[in-house]
């Protein structure tokens, strides 16, 4: 079973960055889409960005267009979200999360696995 675990959450002041970290088990990721998602009390689970493993392609919210950028790491089972420029409104859950199928989506229905999850929290 596809198993994935979020890190890199934490604490940061206004205009920091952040690195948040997706790691995959249980299969190669050749041939998913692997998306970033962030919720927050009250609010439904919102795209922020993805990465399709099979041909490099990516997919950014309009919120984040800019300052996140999406890659993959070397040891392919990785993906990595580099967050720049950070507001207090990107504080939120950031989740990762797989599809089979080379195609982003912003919806999280679309996807079938999911990680549980890393605190980012900006705040002076």
């Known amino acids: 079973q596809l198993q994935l675990v979020e890190s890199g959450g934490g604490l940061v002041q206004p205009g920091g960055s952040l690195r948040l970290s997706c790691a995959a088990s249980?299969?190669?990721?050749?041939?998913?889409?692997i998306g970033w998602f962030r919720q927050v009390p009250g609010k439904e689970r919102e795209g922020v960005s993805c990465?399709?493993?099979?041909?490099?392609?990516?997919y950014y919210a309009d919120s984040v267009k800019g300052r996140f950028t999406i890659s993959r790491g070397n040891a392919k089972n990785t993906v990595y979200l580099q967050m720049n420029s950070l507001k207090p409104e990107d504080t939120a859950v950031y989740y990762c999360?797989?599809?089979?199928?080379?195609?982003?989506?912003?919806?999280?229905?679309?996807?079938?696995?999911w990680g549980r999850g890393t605190q980012v929290t900006v705040s002076s």
């Open positions: 990465i399709s493993m099979s041909d490099s392609s990516t």
């Open positions: 999360a797989a599809r089979f199928g080379s195609r982003c989506y912003d919806a999280p229905f679309e996807y079938d696995s």
């Open positions: 249980g299969f190669t990721l050749d041939y998913y889409a």
